[in-house]
C-alpha cells in the first residue's frame, strides 16, 4: 500500500479540509508518491451511537454533540485500521495546510518509533504531552489502535478523552517528538512545513460567524472568557480575524487554486457560506489575495 495522507473533518470543516488537500498537492515534488483521503464524520455511522451521549474529558463528564466544530478528532485513531496496519501514514487536521513537500514527513527515519507527534510541554495543570493535530505513524506498529471500541471506552468512564487525544496512553517510548514546523500554530514562517490555523477563534475563513464550537477552558485566558460570556449571556460569541494577514491571504489564495483547477465547486462553496461554515465575503478575499499574489 502506498504511503498516505489522512484529512479528518466532519461537514462544518470540509472547504477546510479540500483546501488542505490541494496544498498537499501543491507543495509536493512527486504527489504521486502518496494518497490523499479525507476521512468524515457523516461516513463512519458510529458517531449516530454517541450523540448526546455523556463522555469523561479532562476528569468532568461532558455531552458529545456531532456538530461541534471538532467532532471529527477520532477519527485520528482510525487511520491504521483504514491502511490495513500497512505502510506510512500521516494524518492532519482540516486546518492544516501544507508549505513543504509532505514526502520529506512520510519518508523520514522514525528511529524505531511507532509514531511521531509535536511535543508540548507540561506544566502546573497539564503533563507533558503530545499535539495528535499532526502524526507520522508506522501502522504495522499501531495494531492496538481500535478505535471504535477506544471511542466506546470514553463513554464508559474507562480512559479520558484528554489523555487519549494527547497520546499519553501509548505504550512507554512509542512516541517520539516531531519538530514544531511540522504543526505550526499559527505561525507563518520561512521554516514552516504544515501551517496550523489552531486557534479556532481566529480561523481565516470563519472571520465574523457565530462561533459554532464548544469551548473547553484548556487556558487560564479561554476559561476567563467562558466564565465572562456565561456571566453577560452572550453564549460563545463569533470568530475574529486573524491576527497575522499573511496567513489570511495564503488560505484565501489556496481556495482560489481550488476554485481555478476545480477541485472545490463554486457550488460547493456558496452552499457552505449559506450554511454559516465560510465567511460571506469568501469570494472578495479570494480576488484580494489574488490581486496582491499578483
Not at 160 to 180: C, F, K, Q, T
Request: net charge positive.
Amino acid at each position: 500500500m502506498r504511503n498516505a495522507v489522512f484529512i479528518h473533518t466532519n461537514p462544518k470543516q470540509i472547504v477546510g479540509a479540500l483546501v488542505a488537500q490541494h496544498a498537499l498537492r501543491r507543495h509536493s515534488a512527486a504527489p504521486e508518491r502518496f494518497d490523499v483521503h479525507i476521512l468524515q464524520t457523516t461516513d463512519f455511522p458510529v458517531f449516530e451511537r454517541f450523540e448526546g451521549r455523556r463522555y469523561l474529558r479532562e476528569g468532568q463528564q461532558v455531552v458529545w454533540r456531532n456538530d461541534d466544530l471538532q467532532s471529527f478528532t477520532p477519527l485520528r485513531f482510525a487511520v491504521p485500521q483504514q491502511m490495513g496496519y500497512t505502510g506510512r501514514a500521516v494524518l492532519i487536521d482540516p486546518d492544516i495546510f501544507a508549505l513543504a513537500d509532505i514526502n520529506i514527513l512520510l519518508e523520514r527515519d522514525m528511529g524505531g518509533a511507532a509514531l511521531m507527534a509535536r511535543q508540548m510541554d507540561g506544566n502546573f495543570r497539564r503533563p507533558l504531552h503530545y499535539a495528535s493535530s499532526v502524526m507520522l505513524m508506522d501502522c504495522a506498529r499501531l495494531r492496538h489502535w481500535q478505535w471504535e471500541v477506544d471511542f466506546e471506552r470514553v463513554f464508559r468512564g474507562e480512559r479520558d478523552y484528554r489523555d487519549w487525544m494527547w497520546l499519553l496512553l501509548e505504550p512507554p517510548g512509542s512516541v517520539a517528538a516531531l519538530e514544531s514546523e511540522w504543526n505550526d500554530f499559527d505561525r507563518l514562517a520561512p521554516d514552516t512545513k504544515l501551517l496550523h490555523n489552531t486557534h479556532r477563534r481566529t480561523q481565516p475563513w470563519k472571520t465574523g460567524l457565530s462561533s459554532d464550537f464548544t469551548p473547553r477552558g484548556t487556558t487560564l485566558k479561554s476559561r476567563a472568557g467562558i466564565w465572562l460570556r456565561k456571566l453577560t449571556g452572550r453564549g460563545a460569541g463569533r470568530y475574529r480575524r486573524h491576527p497575522d494577514p499573511a496567513q489570511e491571504r495564503l488560505f484565501f489564495r489556496l481556495l482560489g487554486e481550488c476554485l481555478d483547477n476545480g477541485s472545490i465547486d463554486r457550488a460547493l462553496l456558496d452552499a457552505e457560506i449559506a450554511h454559516g461554515h465560510v465567511r460571506a465575503d469568501a469570494m472578495d478575499c479570494v480576488a484580494r489575495a489574488a490581486h496582491i499574489a499578483a
